[in-house]
């Protein structure tokens, strides 16, 4: 059924790099066998998937949305797609996105843009784009994404789905195309808290693989989406996330979400994080550093496309043209800005004090949690905005951000859940619940209380 409804609407919202039909029908059919030989099977064994372009799958194309890897095939599966695997979670493809996850709308794919289901001329957020959109066309029932600085987050806020960014370090990172390391998170998308729920539970955990994995339980997250409550919670308010260039019909849904929680039984207390405002600008210095030294491996002769390699040429001038080539625009862009920051004399002006700024961000976070066991703001200041209108300006572009970043500076765990419809447009408005590092669980709590 989920095959047939991608071949009839994909076309229009191009949520889909890559459906492997014939591997989805053998996984499903495989789940089939399992369960008529009377197996055991888990909660998700059998059900649809669409997998962000940025895991590796064995044999499947994988493109991070970029022309450099076009037609690259990779050798080995990502641990989180074979943790779906052994779930028995059938993958009906790879989903559209920024290239190497950089952006807020999936208009930087070199494959062209994905629709938001709600209204196709309008973006469906970014860097995840085609995950979230996959949901709101009911093309897929779950999908995962991966949240760098928001891009899990932001396209469920606009598509009117879930997105749950766990804490750093709980999903593995082993086979995800590196863009920021030290930021870099997998994630569940859903239509549902407890389908993110049992969709967190089948890829989180602890892996070898990653030296930056966490080797501890994961939180019980299913138990917590499905005992959603809020009675006798302290939940705190973000005062800085409000005012200038929020839309009005976004905070009126926010505000009366805080309303609804304050019915529910939690306290509400408004808390100051003066370090905040920065974020934007210290993420757009770290992202792009590291960004900058992990793209330096697509080098033309590793992987994917190798351009003007006709025997004329030096392996140099073959890397420079490849890259001239197969990356687009807003990369170039990041490289560029990364190497300059992380240049020799220019590494304590921009690098370090972003690295301070950075840890001014996550003492804000510490002391927020003393007083308050989850955070709460808009997920991004506005609804989805028209395919266009700030694909040239990126300053416009990273404003999309301003709300999510913090938690992947900190590392903590944040997620974004649908709060009803702005009145002036009609569009999906998104709650964002942010809860200390391993406490995702009360993400979970809180989410499923409020949905
Ligand atoms: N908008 C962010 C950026 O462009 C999104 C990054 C992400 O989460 N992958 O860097």
Not at 365 to 374: G, L, Y
Not at 379 to 396: C, K, L, N
Request: aromatic residues 6%; hydrophobic residues 40%.
């Amino acid at each position: 059924a989920h095959l047939a409804r991608i071949e009839a609407v994909d076309e229009k919202v191009h949520a889909f790099l890559h459906v492997d039909r014939e591997g989805a029908l053998a996984q499903a059919r495989a789940v089939d066998e399992k369960r008529e030989r009377g197996e055991e099977l888990g909660p998700l064994a059998g059900v649809p998937l669409a997998l962000k372009d940025i895991f590796t799958t064995q044999g499947i194309p994988t493109t991070v949305g970029s022309k450099i890897l076009e037609g690259w095939l990779p050798p080995y599966d990502a641990t989180v797609t074979k943790r779906l695997r052994d779930a028995g979670v059938v993958v009906l493809g790879k989903t559209n996105m920024d290239e190497f996850a950089m952006g807020s709308s999936t208009e930087n794919s070199a494959f062209g843009p994905t629709g938001n289901p709600w209204d196709l001329t309008r973006i469906p957020g970014g860097s995840g784009g085609g995950s979230s959109a996959s949901l709101a066309s009911f093309q897929a029932p779950l999908a995962i994404g991966t949240d760098t600085g928001g891009s899990i987050r932001q396209p469920a806020a606009v598509t009117g789905t879930v997105g749950v960014k766990p804490t750093y370090g709980a999903v593995s990172r082993y086979g995800m195309v590196a863009f920021s390391s030290s930021l870099d998170q997998g994630g569940p998308c859903a239509r549902t808290v407890l389908d993110a729920a049992l969709l967190h539970e089948v890829i989180a955990g602890h892996d070898p693989m990653d030296s930056t994995s966490i080797d501890a339980p994961v939180p019980p997250v299913v138990e917590a989406a499905r005992n959603g409550s809020v009675q006798g919670m302290r939940i705190g308010v973000v005062k800085e996330f409000a005012g200038e260039g929020y839309q009005a019909g976004v905070m009126q849904r926010f505000n009366e979400s805080v309303e609804l929680l304050r019915e529910l039984g939690a306290e509400i207390v408004e808390i100051s994080c003066p370090s905040f405002d920065k974020a934007l600008a210290a993420y757009y210095l770290i992202a792009p550093s590291e960004c900058s030294s992990n793209l330096a491996r697509f080098d033309a002769m590793r992987y994917g496309l190798r351009a003007g390699d006709d025997g004329s040429r030096s392996a140099e001038e073959v890397t420079a043209l490849t890259r001239a080539e197969g990356f687009g625009a807003e990369v170039k862009r990041r490289i560029m800005l990364g190497t300059y920051a992380l240049s020799s004399g220019y590494y304590d002006a921009y690098y370090g004090s972003a690295q301070k700024v950075r840890t001014l961000i996550t003492r804000d976070f510490e002391k927020a949690f003393e007083q308050v066991d989850v955070l709460i703001s808009p997920t991004t200041p506005t609804t989805a905005f028209p395919i266009g209108e700030r694909a040239d300006d990126p300053m416009a572009m990273y404003l999309a951000d301003l709300c999510t970043i913090p938690a992947n500076l900190a590392g903590n765990a944040a997620m974004s859940l649908p709060c009803g419809l702005a009145p002036e447009d009609g569009l999906p408005v998104g709650l964002q619940i942010i809860a200390p590092a391993m406490a995702d669980d009360r993400l979970y709590k809180v989410g499923a209380a409020v949905e």
